[in-house]
């Protein structure tokens, strides 16, 4: 049974209640499916669950993920979750990111405002925030081993075959709201591409047995 913790910040609570992972197809579902089987056999072993969202510039789709699915996990009271996020490349994370972000109930401070700026990202009052910054697959703030490598777009997961250290790789693209960058469309289509991710992520870690 889904205990909800108190600590999560209303509005994401409100905003979750609200997903329907219902209405993921079948297909979808067929996707998502092995990283649930790595959550649920890191849990029946008793051991920490890594997982390492990618795409090419870790700006986008990958820091959407790694918020997402490190809230779902408190939501679901699955313990031992950390969640990361990388790029083939560094850039910065994109501000709408953190834009959609906040306008979801998440608190986000940002820490510094140079060229690739670090955004504190807080869902809950009594965790550790997520820091929000673009980095590569090499950088020492991800893991080393003993993670689950999630490609959350085609370009990397083309252009990765292999990735360093990963126990496992999972192929979950998601389309690039970077399309509508600049356009009257920009923001709708970021908050349903974050949306989106929350919807499936919240089926994955619904589908774990405790």
Same mark, same amino acid.
């Given at each position: #049974? #889904? ?9 994401? /609570? ?6 329907? !992972? ?16 790595? /959550? ?11 997982? &390492? ?5 870790? =700006? ?17 009271? /699955? ?32 820490? =510094? ?12 009052? &009594? ?11 090499? &950088?020492?703030?991800? !893991? ?6 999630? #490609? ?20 979950? !693209? ?37």
């Amino acid at each position: #049974m #889904m205990t909800t913790q108190p600590t999560l910040f209303s509005e994401i /609570i409100l905003l979750i209640k609200e997903l329907k !992972p219902e209405t993921i197809s079948e297909e979808r579902k067929v996707v998502l499916q092995p990283l649930t089987d790595f /959550i649920q056999s890191k849990i029946l072993k008793g051991q920490e669950i890594r997982i &390492n969202f990618i795409c090419t510039h870790n =700006s986008r789709r990958s820091h959407l993920s790694q918020v997402w699915a490190q809230t779902l996990a408190h939501y679901f009271s /699955i313990k031992n979750v950390f969640c990361y996020s990388g790029g083939t490349e560094a850039t910065a994370l994109f501000p709408m990111v953190a834009e959609v972000l906040k306008n979801s109930g998440f608190q986000i401070t940002t820490l =510094s405002k140079n060229e690739n700026p670090i955004y504190s990202i807080k869902y809950a009052e &009594n965790e550790h925030p997520i820091l929000g910054f673009s980095k590569n697959l090499a &950088n020492d703030f991800n !893991p080393k081993s003993e993670f689950a490598a999630i #490609m959350t777009c085609s370009q990397a997961d083309s252009d990765c075959p292999f990735i360093a250290g990963a126990e496992k790789r999972i192929s979950i !693209p998601f389309e690039d709201p970077k399309a509508f960058d600049n356009t009257p469309q920009q923001v709708e289509k970021y908050t349903e591409r974050s949306l989106q991710i929350a919807t499936e992520l919240c089926y994955v870690f619904s589908q774990i047995n405790l």
